[in-house]
């Protein structure tokens, strides 16, 4: 009998199979047949294809199930066959290897973003990746591998609904990235690592997408934030058009070049993925035949990991303490109160917004305001919050119930804040903590209330730290506050709060404290609180909740992370001052570029023009009607209002996307508010009176029903003034060229995901040209490059959404 699979993980370096859709290609599956279907129809031969991978020398082997959820069968009328079709596949598996290797039930994505970014809710992810999981588990699948996601809210979906079936099934969690390191959502690699070690991953790695030299750029960054065992299953090489046909170049011999430095990694299994044969997976096993070594996991240096989609912050005493913005609080603060209760954001947008410019590391979100529902406010300012900014976040409600719709609506590794000492604050909490794969905030206090010694606050620390342990959850996902009391009415409340910052520090837990509440009633408050804020730091404070707008309290920060050797060559403090009036209130005049920075004085933020296109800029989508209206009450005409204003700050966008300080989820969110504004110009016009740049037909070919990029690109040439016909997903050829016959389009958008599929793209591109259709012709997708758009002689290729928008504006204008 073989051992259990991550004890074999931890002493020799397995070899998982190669690619299930090529294979099946070779063997009669037809464009627009669904594979998994071929475990009902065709079981000989998925069986074949799992014996060569077996003889070719591979540990592991991966049933055909990559398209296995509902979402995915229903596309082929087999919605109601999810566990007859999983549970086949498994048996078909452990059929051909029997205890000779281990069977990996594949999971991969629905093919739809989960919300905000999409439409489908957390709730509906986590139930079809259940009923899938389960399936496959039922049937007696050794291992999960959760394979080629691209949305990190997706997997983490994934991942969660799988460890609610069974806390002991290995999963292994695999991203997709592209060339520039990060994912098609902007998740990048060590943001990912985080999320997925902390929703119950066992490996973490990355599959498709890029070659062995990429995937290993990818596994380097993820090594430097988890000490999970690591998988690497690349493509062989990029795919090219030869004789008509996709090939990829990669040789069996070049998919084990990086071998040594992948083993040095602790790359734990290695597999193949697109392009990839029995003769790559056996010349990968023959070159590990003499590499094999046990696996040394990286040393837990204590740090606490926190994560948005697409960044992710530290805290440690290894790292600069971090800067957790207040802001975003309803307490004294009356029109954010008025705002929760009619259901707005714009107060937390704009706060996100600016604390992120200003420099927090992460950003508290509390709702809590009487006459409310709290859970959903807790899921909109999540929503909102995600959609404006990339800060990590912190949840911070006394409700259950609002903690775990934030924690569903959240999108990386959040911070609970918080959880105390008292049993029934541990039991509702703490649970919460380890289902959703978030760090807690622990105050020190219970029944008894807040102890008056340091030492009886490190008590409660040590309690609830390891009760956290009995439930999985990491030592170093515990983050203490040691609780600051005001010092007008507790003359030792801050000695006793830096004492126990001290002595928890001792145990090598985390810290944090609300700095300001120190000098609650006292005058001059900021004096008071950026003094006690420096000592707290020396005394070890790792965090701190404060508001990042009060100029002394960053001005504490910075000097104290200088004077404590964690500014390494005062880089950011110099950054911060430099050319300006040395004061203890000096406030930087704006921070570094980001998520959050200001809109360029190009755009004019003081008119109405500059607010419209800011507007956009920020995805203000609650004002941007009302603004439509004011510019409209100054006499700007509807083609003035779009043109010099909305277009102005899309442009704004799309350089951001280009330049990476903004990310597809801003994107959206952007075109959603574009959109509200469109919607209200064309109310004042005859239709037709808004000029369309152009008409575009658009559609994922034949055999692919992978269609959320071409959607963002629909939705984005829309906004961009092009009137589009979108004939969705699996659209053959002759339908196509019939669209654009009676259409009488300017150009043919085609959009493929996977490597199977593309060559319709050339089999489109052959008949308009045949048929003399006179469109231009655009290809894109994940697959997709510049050689083959070339190759199959399409007028331009872009390599994402806003690429693809910029380049048909340009074409057709000449």
Not at 35 to 52: I, K, Q
Not at 707 to 720: A, P, Q, R, S
Request: proline fraction near 4%; charged fraction near 20%.
């Amino acid at each position: 009998m073989k051992m259990p699979f991550m004890q074999a993980v931890k002493e020799r370096v397995l070899v998982l199979d190669g690619a299930m859709g090529t294979m099946l290609q070779e063997r009669g599956l037809k464009p627009g047949q669904s594979p998994e279907e071929m475990n009902l129809t065709a079981p000989e031969v998925v069986a074949g294809v799992h014996r060569a991978y077996l003889e070719a020398g591979a540990d592991i082997i991966v049933t055909n199930t990559f398209g296995g959820t509902k979402a995915k069968l229903e596309h082929y009328g087999l919605g109601d066959q999810v566990t007859c079709i999983n549970a086949e596949a498994v048996r078909l598996a452990r059929e051909v290897c029997g205890e000779n290797a281990y069977v990996a039930g594949s999971i991969g994505p629905t093919g739809r973003f989960v919300e905000p970014v999409g439409d489908m809710s957390f709730d509906e992810a986590y139930g079809m990746f259940q009923e899938q999981a389960k399936a496959l588990i039922d049937a007696g699948a050794d291992l999960i591998s959760l394979e080629t996601f691209l949305d990190i809210k997706e997997i983490r979906a994934a991942l969660i609904a799988i460890r609610d079936l069974s806390a002991d099934i290995p999963v292994i969690a695999m991203l997709t990235f592209e060339e520039k390191g990060r994912s098609v959502l902007g998740s990048p690699p060590e943001a990912a690592a985080i999320t997925l070690e902390a929703a119950g991953a066992s490996l973490v790695g990355s599959n498709c997408g890029l070659g062995v030299d990429g995937i290993y750029d990818i596994l380097c960054a993820m090594r430097k934030v988890t000490s999970l065992p690591l998988i690497s299953q690349a493509n062989a090489g990029l795919p090219i058009l030869k004789d008509g046909v996709t090939v990829f170049p990669g040789t069996p011999d070049e998919m084990t070049a990086y071998h040594d430095r992948m083993i040095g990694l602790g790359v734990r299994v290695i597999g193949g993925c697109c392009g990839t044969t029995p003769a790559h997976i056996g010349a990968i096993k023959d070159a590990l035949a003499e590499k094999q070594t046990h696996f040394v996991p990286k040393e837990d240096d204590g740090t606490t990991w926190i994560s948005s989609r697409g960044s992710f912050a530290p805290m440690g005493a290894k790292h600069q303490a971090a800067l957790i913005g207040e802001r975003i609080n309803p307490t004294g603060k009356k029109l954010y109160s008025q705002e929760l209760r009619e259901g707005k954001v714009s107060y937390i947008r704009r706060e996100a917004l600016e604390q992120t410019e200003l420099g927090a590391t992460l950003l508290d979100v509390n709702v809590g305001t009487p006459g409310i529902d709290e859970p959903a406010a807790m899921e909109r300012a999540v929503f909102c919050i995600t959609g404006a900014v990339q800060t990590p976040l912190v949840l911070d409600s006394s409700s259950p119930e609002a903690l775990e719709r934030g924690l569903k609506a959240a999108d990386g590794k959040v911070l609970i804040n918080s959880v105390n000492g008292e049993e029934k604050s541990m039991a509702a909490v703490l649970p919460l903590a380890k289902k959703y794969g978030a760090a807690v905030v622990c105050l020190t206090l219970d029944e008894a209330g807040i102890p008056a010694e340091a030492d009886g606050r490190v008590a409660v620390a040590q309690k609830v730290a390891e009760r956290a342990a009995q439930m999985g959850i990491k030592r170093s996902d515990v983050v203490v506050d040691c609780l600051t009391l005001t010092v007008s009415a507790e003359p030792k409340g801050g000695l006793v709060a830096l004492e126990a910052v001290r002595k928890v520090s001792e145990l090598k837990l985390n810290t944090t404290l609300g700095v300001s509440n120190i000098s609650f009633g006292l005058p001059c408050r900021p004096l008071i609180s950026s003094t006690f804020f420096s000592m707290a730091l020396a005394a070890g404070l790792t965090s701190a909740i404060v508001n990042v707008k009060e100029a002394p309290m960053m001005a504490a920060w910075r000097s104290a992370m200088v004077l404590l050797g964690k500014d390494t060559n005062a880089a950011g403090y110099i950054d911060a001052y430099k050319g300006q009036a040395v004061t203890a209130s000096t406030q930087p005049a704006s921070a570094a570029a980001g998520a959050g920075a200001p809109v360029e004085a190009a755009v004019e933020p003081e008119g109405i023009r500059g607010r419209l296109a800011k507007a956009v800029i920020n995805g203000e989508l609650e004002g941007v009607v009302a603004l439509v209206e004011e510019a409209l009450a100054q006499g700007l005409t509807p083609m003035e209002i779009s043109s010099e204003a909305l277009l102005v700050g899309l442009d704004e966008v799309g350089k951001r996307f280009g330049n990476g300080s903004f990310f597809l989820p801003q994107v959206m969110v952007s075109a959603d508010t574009m959109k509200a504004a469109f919607a209200r110009l064309k109310s004042e016009l005859a239709s037709g009176a808004l000029k369309s740049l152009g008409k575009i037909l658009m559609a994922t070919v034949e055999g692919d029903i992978h269609d959320i990029g071409k959607n963002i690109l629909v939705t984005l040439l829309e906004n961009n003034g092009f009137e589009v016909i979108d004939l969705g997903k699996n659209v053959p050829a002759a339908k196509i060229l019939d669209a654009a016959r009676e259409h009488q389009v300017d150009a043919v958008g085609l959009s493929a995901l996977m490597t199977t599929t593309m060559a319709q793209m050339d089999k489109v591109v052959a008949l308009l040209k045949s048929e003399g259709v006179k469109s231009f012709t655009m290809v894109g997708g994940a697959v997709v490059t510049q050689q083959y758009a070339d190759e199959i002689g399409a007028d331009l290729y872009a390599k994402d959404a806003m690429e693809a928008v910029a380049r048909i504006k340009e074409l057709l204008a000449k």
